[in-house]
């Protein structure tokens, strides 16, 4: 089965979608030739998950929750003292 399926595809051969991810193939769907959606294992879903609540800024920390013992990590980085963002630099005018 390709990786790549039509939403037309998709529906029609369901089971198949879901055998190749199974298998730890994702199967992206698409709609009019863009990609829409994608069928992937569970486990896949739940990092994506932790990954998107971690933000943009969450770092390692963030997304440390899926470890044995990272609360323990997350609480010792959240504590460290952050230095305050630098200050723009001033452009000479002339």
């Known amino acids: 089965m390709k990786t790549t399926v039509s939403a037309a595809e998709a529906k029609a051969h369901f089971a198949e979608c879901l055998r190749a991810v199974e ?24 990092q994506l998950r932790r990954l998107q ?27 460290l003292r952050r230095t305050r963002p630098r200050k723009a630099a001033r452009l000479a005018s002339r």
């Open 23 to 46: 298998q730890g193939r994702p199967v992206v769907i698409t709609r009019h030739g863009k990609a829409v959606a994608a069928l992937v294992p569970a486990e896949e879903a739940a």
């Open 53 to 79: 609540a971690a933000g943009p800024h969450g770092g390692l920390a963030g997304i440390a929750g899926g470890w044995e013992g990272s609360d323990e990590l997350v609480q010792q980085v959240a504590r």
